[in-house]
């Protein structure tokens, strides 16, 4: 594919849609150009119109494109089967008290491959950087911002894309997993306010850096 139609597609599956516009504005491209890459991936099922009419603008509603379910094949989810499978021998064999611990362990093993005792000393909007990267390396298309204009409200983290689509709906521990995996490389327990599994556009967590949210970071 196209290199322009798959950040096409990338930024679509972040922003949850956008204009010609908009997607113009992040290409750095003509619109005329971004309305030709538009048409191919229509010609090719992946994107659709949606004619939404936007708070505060006047007059017709705007064509907000946004991806197809047939997009969904387009964004790294290599782990799905081998987790699912993972999963599911697990709770064949282990007691199901048993079962939420060793995934929580996996999850400690995943957060010790990134280097957390560097992070130790830097602000927490570093740390974040970095973890989104981290989880950018592993298929999450992942970012994070200020939850609002007020510091002490904290900074939401969000993962656009679950490497385990498809599966973690019937294992639901795979979603404790990455929660638990999201806490250790952040360093404090975050609260999940939106799942992809209950129909969200991501699987979003609020961060808020008080005394009695913070945990230890990995190998710091």
């Keep these: 594919m196209h290199a322009v139609r798959k950040q096409i597609l990338q930024i679509l ?6 204009t ?33 009419e ?41 007691p199901p008290d048993q079962v939420p611990c060793a995934f929580r362990a996996m999850a400690h093993e995943i957060a010790g491959e990134m280097d957390s005792a560097a992070l130790a ?8 950087e970095r973890v989104a990267q981290f989880l950018n390396e592993r298929g999450y298309l992942a970012h994070w911002e200020a939850a609002a204009d007020d510091p002490e409200e904290g900074y939401l ?8 689509a498809g599966v973690s709906t019937e ?6 997993m990455d929660q638990a995996l999201v806490d250790e490389l952040v360093g404090y327990h975050c609260q999940r306010t939106q799942s992809m599994v209950d129909d969200g556009h991501c699987c979003t967590y609020h961060i808020r850096q008080t005394a009695h949210t913070e945990i230890p970071l990995v190998g710091a």
């Design 54 to 94: 936007r708070k505060g603008v006047v007059g017709r509603p705007q064509q907000i494109y946004v991806l197809t379910p047939e997009a969904s094949s387009y964004f790294p989810n290599n782990f799905a089967a081998l987790a699912g499978n993972l999963a599911r021998q697990l709770k064949q064999v282990l």
């Design 171 to 176: 294992h639901r521990e795979l979603c404790l």
């Design 20 to 52: 010609v516009a908009e997607l113009a504005d992040q290409l750095s491209m003509a619109p005329v150009s971004v309305r030709h890459h538009l048409d191919i991936l229509q010609g090719d099922n992946l994107i659709e119109v949606a004619r939404v």
């Design 121 to 128: 000393d830097q602000p927490l909007e570093v740390r974040l």
């Design 13 to 18: 599956k972040v922003s949850e849609g956008a």
């Design 157 to 164: 983290l969000h993962k656009c894309n679950c490497p385990y």
